[in-house]
């Protein structure tokens, strides 16, 4: 009988094997995609696309077992060579080819120049070539970044005791209620798309204290704007016992500040790659929705139009008055009016037409929702009858309350949202891997 | 201005930090849910249900500052009292009461008895009691492991070079075609939800060469059995470069082994709980697909009724046989026929109508399936052709074929299923926190 016993150590090396000084005049295999042919003749150089980045081969005729007609960009490749220094080469070493092994070929030249640092193609044709585009070093490296957040955020609130639950995309009923929902038939019964957790984080509070969730929500918003998408992954926790909101904003911050240390220790190859300025979370400033209307309205002299709500231009300025006041990226903007929020958010028992809700901007832009709910089963009830909101499909939401709470609230973050800015991206499908909107349902 | 500065030390402490032997003595702040109370006249015993286990409290007549009566099983409190050593309190420590501060009180009381050791509910009440029935500390502990299972997954694979990724769950077209497709209407245009992230990470290979995804999937089987969800969660990965379709097999026995790893060091709480054995994961068996068929049915006597693919029994006895021969909980069954697998799958150039794929059972049921997929373009088309399928809506899929793709494969883990055999749970709903069944759309 044979038996799989684990990963065992490969032949072939990868960059952080192959690119240590120790390894000079070594000779090693590796493999990698053939991201450029640049023929000079009597030599070529051959750059080799690994998981971790380029590495330099050179092709020399006679020397290498090759011949170099037969070698197409974008074919995969196993290789041997010797290694050895060169200022010019990325990483510092260049690999000399002593074999080339195709292992694969591809079977048409690309559309677009993938391995241009930039490709100068329109967000329409890469998305359009999604596949192949993103095989550019610098597209790629997004997606890694992003990777970082998502893993900066889930490891903070491992460490703060939060429990991760996976829960059903598929239901009777919307969290949040309203039009913006996609419907399905689930066997001959209506069903629709989850557009948040938001219930099921909440009850689960009641079981766990402490919760997050990293996965796909859906709006059948019909916004076709640089912000929006129509499915995106909110990076989503719920915490109990909380002492007010401010401890849900504090939590923020943590997820905040340890994300930027992962992306610093672990990123930082793309993080240079996308020549990105990492944002300030030591502190982040708090302040109320109605101070800060009235704080932009009179440093950039512009007509409050809608108290209710903060539109686009007002967020961009909210975070420029902070930038400019106090070298702040981030503001917490605080005491959303009530009408404006879900029937489950709190009121302020000082102003009931407040909430003690939050939005968190980052360099002009939303990024997160949150704040504090209501927890008492007979308040919530109150609530939504004054709302005349129907508790239909709401059954299980409220037996959580019924059956006893803790003081709680939460959050949601647009991951996509937060990579864009912290990349300086100015359209949220630039860090969207595979993009959902009005018009994209492919690739 | 006020500013957030990250997350602080509260004076209410968690289990870990006040069940230690240095805390004896100390006066302590905590809270947490009242999860029972046991009244025997001038003392109390109420137990406190935190996320990290059970605290037993003593409430005394004239010595805590509140009136039991006050107190109901399910409010949320906060207490301060004195730690003192007992031998029959959870940990060994209880807190002699000095105050309670009521955080939260029940609308009506308990419709089942949580704080059982074992509700002894049926598995429908239980499920369609959910919010409150996973109070109970072992339904709890449950979806801890299974939290154990994905972090073990995803740590295990980002050590090894994955990328993480998040590819949309609304698309055009089915990976896998078929009828088993939940269907719904996208801004006028018919769209389907991804029954896997297949076509996805096939084509991130060509960008990452290795990807994972930890994301919910659909399937609209009409199938109403122990062991079918119509959403649940797929650990799905995908590698390029290898050297065989062993590679995969593998990586997932490192998966694995890593997994039973962080249960082991992190867990042993809710093992302890739950009484889980962990399986063997050292060496695990491999054997081919009509191997295994043959000796089950020599073994036990059992006449081989369909030589394409495997009984639900019969993976039973594939189970039973490498347990009984080699002390093994895991096997992976190779070289499934050609017929019953997917267009993607590579054929096995020895003998064309078996691939290079294989299941991975588990003390008797099927946790994963995979396999090397077909990486070259004109390949492919001849494969698509010859099976007569149509090539709509996959012509991003095929462009990444088209412009070069590595030798690859990968597989798909069912999150439930795992978890299932783990905990030696019959049902797979007992481990999905809210499942989706053919009568299931709520809670």
């Known amino acids: 009988m044979e038996f799989l016993t684990g990963v065992a150590q490969k032949e072939t090396l990868e960059l952080s094997q192959l690119l240590t000084s120790d390894m000079e005049g070594k000779t090693v295999k590796t493999n990698g995609a053939v991201h450029t042919i640049r023929d000079m003749g009597n030599i070529a150089f051959v750059v080799l696309r690994k998981r971790e980045g380029l590495l330099q081969c050179v092709y020399e005729e006679g020397v290498t077992a090759f011949d170099l007609k037969d070698l197409k960009e974008a074919a995969t490749v196993e290789v041997e060579g010797t290694l050895l220094h060169s200022e010019k080469a990325p990483g510092g070493m260049e690999l000399r080819l002593s074999t080339i092994k195709v292992l694969s070929e591809p079977a048409e030249s690309m559309p677009i120049p993938i391995a241009k640092w930039k490709m ?29 957040v998502v893993k900066g955020f889930r490891e903070f ?13 598929i239901g009777s009923k919307g969290a949040e209620g309203g039009a913006n929902i996609f419907k399905l038939e689930y066997f001959h019964r209506p069903a ?66 340890h994300i930027v240390k992962v992306l610093k220790e672990q990123y930082s190859r793309e993080l240079a790659i996308l020549n990105v300025e990492l944002p300030r979370t030591d502190e982040i400033p708090m302040v109320r929705f109605d101070e800060a209307k009235r704080l932009v309205s009179e440093k950039y002299d512009r007509p409050i139009r809608n108290p209710y709500d903060l539109e686009p231009e007002e967020e961009v ?79 299980a939401y409220l037996m959580a309350f019924k059956h006893g709470m803790p003081p709680h609230g939460g959050l949601g973050i647009g991951m996509e949202r937060l990579t864009m800015k912290l990349l300086g991206e100015d359209n949220v499908r630039e860090t969207t891997l595979f993009p959902r909107d009005l018009s994209r349902l492919e690739p």
Chains 1, 2 share one sequence.
């Open 157 to 169: 609130l491992d460490s703060q005791g939060f429990t991760e639950i996976h829960t059903p995309k």
């Open 192 to 257: 629709v798309l989850a557009q948040s957790p938001q219930f099921y984080k909440q009850m689960m509070v009641g079981v766990f204290d402490r919760v997050f969730e990293t996965a796909p929500v859906f709006r059948a918003e019909k916004h076709n704007t640089k912000r929006h998408l129509n499915e995106y992954t909110s990076l989503d926790f719920e915490m109990g016992y909380i002492d007010s909101f401010e401890d849900i904003m504090a939590m923020e911050t943590g997820v905040l500040q």
């Open 120 to 148: 100068n193609t329109s967000l329409e044709t890469n998305l359009n070539l999604r596949p192949i585009s993103l095989r550019n070093i610098r597209e790629r490296a997004k997606f890694k970044v992003q990777e970082g």
């Open 317 to 395: 300025l909210i975070s420029r008055y902070f930038k400019e006041e106090y070298d702040a990226d981030f503001v917490f903007v605080t005491h959303y009016p009530s009408k404006k929020r879900p029937f489950y958010a709190m009121d302020d028992p000082a102003d009931p037409t407040f909430t003690l809700s939050f939005d968190c901007l980052f360099r002009g832009m939303e990024i997160t929702t949150g704040g504090q709910r209501i927890h008492d089963y007979h308040q919530l009830i109150e609530k939504i009858e004054k709302r005349g909101i129907t508790t239909e499909g709401m059954d």
